[in-house]
DNA sequence: CAGGTTTAGCTATGAGTATTAGCTTATTCT
DNA sequence: AGAATAAGCTAATACTCATAGCTAAACCTG
């Protein structure tokens, strides 16, 4: 249908209309790939990871299902553009809410219930990148890339509270970032597994949130006195 | 094969040797029931929870797929029964490592080792148990019966860690049970996510547990000197 | 021990999945 | 305008879970 209409509307003698010629083809490509993707954080959201489709995705843009393979080689390549983009939507939001709040503990406070928020309404993409439903595909060294600048995040709202008297010194470690995720990672299991419908905030675990804040600062008091009291550095 | 052995090795005139008749034909279906989900956990432990398929446990077992169907409904009783025979074993794991260690605080430690250990002996058992990967099988009120019994454990251990003064009176709580399982899931979490291979006691996370419990000790402190510093009841 | 019932296997079939191959048609470049 | 590219399609393969219906063995009972 309006098959030359593009001869007919696009006056094609000089290069005054687009800048790049092929660029208007790559565009609607990306697009219709953000579009795949759209429609597969949506299956997942309603059908779980697992319940990710091919065809699904297929039947709701409204295409066979091999056409899907004109843009992504396989379906786990779907879930390494999903396990990527959700990265990086994640860092966004962790890294917004930092910067909105006081430098050290406050942002640190701040990042990491934004990040349970977030998880908690983003549930399925949060399970496909904090837990591993398929042991078949590992991440992207590019999405390795993103969770190193998070940790980097941490660590330098970490060494804010050290520097602001906050925390200790030794909160200025690699340790204290793990302890730090392994708290956060802790409540959104729980609230992921066993009270699949409440929101953040509400139900029996995430309102430890704060608590576990609080544990987490007394791991590294600022006074060590006699420095007995180690923290297994 | 041995078709008849039953008949000229087994004299049938009195009750003598077996009670009920048909005793054998349930034992042997029983057997087979076990034999399924033995094959089921191996392929599970394999390939991923999501990796396990009715069709290849069946051609481990020597027979065709839909011969399986006389012994499960669907591939999902099979997730039921594995998910109920897991937290049966993990809770007899666990009741035993608490039973041979002091009363109170100690027992809780030995415990919830004990169940790390487990889960990450048992990696995808875990999964299916403490996360929830495919969201349309809810576990059954009788799985939910074993999983009250081991809330049921550690209330009692809290309860005797109060009682010798291991612990402040709060620690008597659901909330303090809330706060120790959610500590154990994110060590669990962190390492089964990101260190797939490494045993407990090893990696970035699983060593982090000590000094977890001494923070939840600390988070329900003996004296509550003025009873400002409250927990949060 | 003979006859009927239950059980455990089978084959055949249907609907669903991911994926590949090869063709057609529309778009875009030269 | 004609060549090249891209995006769709249909057809086909090889899996998956699941159901229906059959056969034969095991078992129970009179």
Redesign the pocket.
Known sequence: ???????ST?P?PASTEVP??????AR??QE?IEEILDIAEEVMAEEGVNG???????RRL??????????F????AIFDALFLRGQVEHLAVMREAMASAEPGLGALTAGLEASGRWALGHRALAQLMFWRPVPSFEPTPEAFAVSAEMVALERAALADAVAAGELGPEADSDEAVYLLSTLIIGVLSQAMANEPDVDWGQGRFTPLFPKLMDLFARAYPLNSPGSKRRTLT
Chains 1, 2 share one sequence.
């Not at 249908?1 to 001869?7: C, F, G, L, T």
């Not at 790049?20 to 083809?25: E, L, N």
């Not at 409204?62 to 843009?71: A, D, F, N, T």
Request: net charge positive.
């Open positions: 249908m309006a098959r030359d209409a593009a001869s696009i094609a790049r010629p092929s660029d208007r083809r609607r490509r219709t990710l489709s091919l065809a699904e995705v297929a409204g295409v066979q299902p091999p056409s899907i393979y004109k843009y080689d396989s379906l786990m």
